[in-house]
């Protein structure tokens, strides 16, 4: 018994720390913009399958594909919002979401059109036998998945509290006139936020990607658990995305011991639960 | 006086041609197919289409049915019930079709059932495994294929004796599908002595096994067995493989696949597929297929092609021993289908469900090479 819960637990964290990534991505763009990003998971996707044109048709290497494929998804993400999101900023929050929903569908659409439905594995050099750690078993890729996305979430949680981006960016969660009235550049941060969190969805993508195969219809489920993380951590707050992120992870893990029929909806139940008695979330910003 | 001449002949010219094309669709007999051909089973429609048009151009070239050519005609019907409706309506009040085929997804081929029941124009599906759909006492609905069921009660012999064990798992859809073959994959196996000691389900969009194969693992089977589409079947397989399960997989749906073969690389063997048709099948007609499929389309033909190709002879055949083509007696006519295909005879029973003809289990030898290892025949439900 204990071995089978070692195992569910290292399951649980390298997803839960997957679905931090995703879902800090998810929290920074709603708390700075005010938008809800339903393209999101379509950033994962991109990721994804960016890293695998890179590997296979351009012969790239694996570990340099995958800050290429996360930069240039986070260069889409710089260009759309000057070109798209920066024309809808005053607009009623419905309007941006609209543009997300539409943005979302020509993403997935275009995946479609390119690569065919087919699902793809993007080749990497790390072994796929399984290390055997007393009684778990783990491949070396999930390994690195976990350490890639532990080292990001703590450079995100320095670049947050240390430097002047990151310090602009909680200024502007606060409270957005008052942020532009002290000097921050609103233009850039927005620039900024919204290319940060598109590479986040990619990085998140591709390591998934790489773990599991890449399909052009793989971010609809991924959006959906982002907006859980964000909805379990509290609209807006990093910190409580990363923790709401190991939450949904572990209960998925640990949910598949009573019924593996109802993993997808005990991240529902959470919300449901949550929404009943702390409304703003487990941090309130 | 020149010019005007001149423009004279060029309509003289396309009205000919105009009528010449109403003379020769006017005597081809149309049948339509709806399959997918956008979305996310694309690519399976597009390949059974291509199927269905091989036999098309081998049936005419031999003189086609009551001395006239056949005309396939096809619509998108995107695995969407609503969508298939129409496109359905649209080739039976507008192409005149006597006939349809589709619509691979069993929810938009039982939404068809009602518009062939109205239009009185018989449906042959190729695929769609659904058991309801021949449940709905429907005189104009044929399946020329299995359903999971039917494979759970003619299998169960050939099932036992590659688990290799008497303890069994189940990691199947959480839909229809993964819990009929639950059920009767697992009725089976309990009446010749086996224990089915773990079930899980899980979604289609899942990707993440490992806390279910964790479960499975703490159970101790001496056999897995599965359903799923490529991306399920490669991420189960795969992750089985990386916590340590070496045991027998046994999958229905897209196991042992080519494209699967391809996305389990290094841990390909040791897994047998349930499946319609396979490459190596080994018979002169399945290898005359298979070479004019490749001559035609410069790919290798799919088990959904199979289904297409097969379900237009059976059609044609029926037309022809209708004598007409009559909606109701084609149906009737089909009935008394007696075809021999590239995978074995096909007969209906009297709820339009075939029988009779065969179901493989392919094992998987050195490193991904396809191998028939048994050949059942589904009996009579």
């Given at each position: 018994?204990l071995?089978?819960?070692?195992?569910?637990?290292?399951?649980g964290?390298?997803f839960g720390?997957n679905?931090a990534?995703?879902g800090?991505?998810?929290?920074l763009i709603?708390g700075?913009?005010?938008?809800a990003?339903?393209?999101?998971?379509?950033?994962?996707?991109?990721g994804?399958?960016?890293a695998?044109?890179?590997?296979v048709?351009?012969?790239?290497?694996?570990?340099?594909?995958?800050?290429?494929a996360v930069?240039?998804?986070?260069?889409?993400?710089?260009?759309?919002?000057?070109?798209?999101?920066?024309r809808?900023?005053?607009?009623s929050?419905?309007?941006?979401?609209?543009?997300?929903?539409?943005?979302?569908?020509?993403?997935?659409?275009?995946?479609?059109?390119?690569w065919?439905p087919q699902?793809e594995s993007?080749?990497?050099?790390l072994?796929?036998?399984?290390i055997?750690i007393?009684?778990?078993?783990?491949?070396?890729?999930?390994?690195?998945?976990?350490?890639?996305?532990v080292?990001?979430?703590l450079?995100?949680?320095?670049?947050?509290?240390h430097?002047?981006?990151?310090t602009?960016?909680?200024a502007?969660?606060?409270?957005?006139d008052?942020a532009?009235l002290?000097?921050v550049d609103i233009?850039r941060?927005?620039?900024?936020?919204?290319?940060?969190?598109a590479?986040l969805a990619?990085?998140?993508?591709?390591?998934?990607?790489?773990?599991?195969l890449?399909?052009?219809?793989?971010g609809?489920?991924a959006?959906?658990k982002?907006?859980?993380?964000?909805?379990l951590?509290?609209?807006?707050?990093?910190i409580?995305s990363?923790v709401?992120g190991?939450?949904?992870?572990?209960?998925?893990?640990?949910?598949?011991?009573?019924?593996s029929a109802?993993?997808?909806?005990?991240?529902?139940?959470?919300?449901?639960?949550?929404?009943?008695?702390?409304?703003?979330?487990?941090?309130?910003r | 006086?020149?010019?005007?001449?001149?423009?004279?002949?060029?309509?003289?010219?396309?009205a000919?041609?105009?009528?010449?094309?109403?003379?020769?669709s006017?005597?081809?007999?149309r049948?339509?197919?709806?399959?997918p051909?956008?979305?996310?089973v694309?690519?399976d429609?597009?390949?059974k289409?291509n199927?269905?048009?091989?036999?098309?151009?081998?049936?005419n070239?031999?003189?086609?049915?009551?001395?006239?050519p056949?005309?396939l005609?096809s619509e998108d019907?995107?695995?969407?019930p609503?969508?298939?409706?129409a496109?359905?309506?649209?080739?039976?009040?507008q192409s005149?079709?006597?006939a349809?085929l589709?619509?691979?997804?069993?929810?938009?081929?039982?939404a068809?059932?009602?518009?062939?029941?109205k239009?009185?124009?018989?449906?042959?599906s190729?695929?769609?495994t659904?058991e309801?759909l021949t449940?709905?006492?429907n005189p104009y609905?044929?399946r020329?294929?299995?359903?999971?069921?039917?494979n759970?009660k003619s299998?169960?012999?050939?099932?036992?004796?590659i688990?290799?064990g008497?303890?069994?798992a189940?990691?199947?859809?959480?839909d229809?599908?993964?819990r009929?073959?639950a059920?009767?994959y697992?009725?089976s196996?309990?009446?010749?002595?086996?224990?089915i000691?773990?079930?899980?389900?899980?979604?289609?969009?899942?990707?993440?096994?490992a806390?279910?194969l964790?479960k499975?693992r703490?159970?101790?089977?001496?056999?897995?067995?599965?359903?799923?589409?490529?991306?399920?079947?490669?991420?189960?397989t795969?992750?089985a493989?990386?916590?340590?399960?070496?045991?027998?997989?046994?999958?229905?749906g897209?196991f042992?696949?080519?494209?699967?073969?391809?996305?389990?690389?290094?841990?390909?063997?040791?897994?047998f597929?349930i499946i319609?048709?396979v490459?190596v099948?080994d018979?002169?007609q399945?290898?005359k297929?298979?070479?004019?499929?490749?001559?035609?389309?410069k790919?290798i033909?799919?088990k959904?092609?199979?289904?297409?190709y097969?379900?237009?002879?059976i059609?044609?055949?029926?037309?022809?021993r209708?004598?007409?083509?009559?909606?109701?007696?084609i149906?009737?006519a089909?009935k008394a289908t007696n075809?021999d295909?590239l995978?074995?005879?096909y007969?209906?029973?009297?709820?339009?469900?075939?029988?009779?003809?065969?179901?493989?289990?392919?094992?998987?030898v050195?490193?991904?090479?396809?191998?028939?290892r048994?050949v059942v025949?589904?009996?009579?439900?």
């Amino acid at each position: 018994m204990l071995e089978t819960i070692a195992q569910y637990a290292f399951n649980g964290l390298v997803f839960g720390a997957n679905y931090a990534l995703i879902g800090i991505g998810l929290t920074l763009i709603f708390g700075v913009m005010n938008l809800a990003n339903f393209a999101h998971g379509q950033f994962y996707m991109l990721g994804g399958f960016l890293a695998y044109m890179l590997v296979v048709k351009l012969g790239v290497n694996y570990f340099a594909a995958l800050p290429l494929a996360v930069l240039a998804v986070a260069a889409l993400g710089w260009l759309l919002e000057r070109t798209v999101f920066i024309r809808l900023r005053d607009r009623s929050p419905m309007t941006g979401v609209l543009a997300t929903i539409g943005l979302a569908i020509l993403l997935e659409s275009g995946a479609l059109l390119t690569w065919g439905p087919q699902p793809e594995s993007i080749p990497n050099p790390l072994s796929p036998m399984p290390i055997e750690i007393g009684p778990l078993f783990i491949t070396p890729m999930r390994l690195f998945v976990l350490g890639v996305t532990v080292v990001f979430l703590l450079g995100l949680y320095a670049f947050m509290n240390h430097t002047r981006t990151g310090t602009a960016m909680r200024a502007t969660f606060q409270n957005r006139d008052a942020a532009a009235l002290v000097g921050v550049d609103i233009d850039r941060l927005y620039a900024v936020t919204f290319a940060l969190g598109a590479g986040l969805a990619a990085l998140a993508g591709v390591l998934l990607g790489s773990l599991f195969l890449v399909h052009p219809t793989m971010g609809d489920s991924a959006t959906l658990k982002a907006f859980i993380v964000v909805i379990l951590g509290g609209l807006g707050s990093v910190i409580g995305s990363a923790v709401g992120g190991l939450i949904l992870g572990m209960a998925e893990s640990f949910g598949t011991m009573v019924s593996s029929a109802w993993k997808d909806a005990i991240g529902f139940i959470l919300v449901i639960v949550i929404l009943l008695y702390r409304p703003d979330g487990l941090f309130r910003r | 006086m020149k010019q005007q001449r001149k423009s004279a002949i060029a309509i003289l010219v396309g009205a000919a041609a105009l009528a010449l094309s109403t003379l020769s669709s006017a005597q081809a007999t149309r049948i339509g197919a709806v399959y997918p051909l956008t979305g996310g089973v694309s690519y399976d429609g597009i390949t059974k289409l291509n199927g269905a048009k091989l036999a098309v151009d081998e049936i005419n070239a031999k003189g086609g049915v009551l001395g006239r050519p056949i005309e396939l005609l096809s619509e998108d019907g995107a695995c969407n019930p609503a969508q298939s409706v129409a496109s359905a309506e649209k080739l039976i009040t507008q192409s005149k079709v006597v006939a349809l085929l589709g619509a691979i997804c069993s929810s938009a081929t039982g939404a068809i059932g009602e518009t062939i029941k109205k239009y009185k124009i018989p449906l042959i599906s190729g695929v769609s495994t659904a058991e309801r759909l021949t449940e709905q006492n429907n005189p104009y609905f044929f399946r020329a294929t299995t359903t999971t069921t039917l494979n759970g009660k003619s299998m169960g012999e050939t099932l036992s004796k590659i688990a290799n064990g008497k303890r069994v798992a189940f990691i199947v859809t959480s839909d229809d599908w993964g819990r009929s073959a639950a059920q009767s994959y697992g009725d089976s196996l309990k009446a010749r002595g086996a224990e089915i000691v773990a079930t899980e389900y899980f979604d289609r969009a899942e990707t993440d096994f490992a806390a279910m194969l964790t479960k499975i693992r703490a159970a101790k089977p001496d056999a897995i067995i599965s359903t799923g589409g490529f991306q399920n079947a490669a991420n189960v397989t795969k992750q089985a493989r990386q916590m340590g399960l070496q045991q027998v997989i046994i999958g229905e749906g897209a196991f042992t696949s080519e494209a699967y073969n391809k996305l389990v690389d290094p841990f390909t063997d040791n897994v047998f597929g349930i499946i319609e048709w396979v490459s190596v099948i080994d018979s002169a007609q399945n290898r005359k297929f298979i070479d004019d499929y490749k001559a035609k389309y410069k790919e290798i033909p799919t088990k959904f092609s199979v289904a297409g190709y097969q379900t237009v002879y059976i059609l044609a055949q029926a037309i022809q021993r209708a004598g007409s083509t009559d909606g109701e007696k084609i149906a009737a006519a089909l009935k008394a289908t007696n075809y021999d295909g590239l995978t074995g005879n096909y007969r209906f029973d009297d709820k339009g469900q075939a029988y009779n003809f065969n179901m493989y289990i392919v094992a998987n030898v050195n490193k991904g090479q396809n191998q028939v290892r048994e050949v059942v025949k589904i009996g009579k439900q």
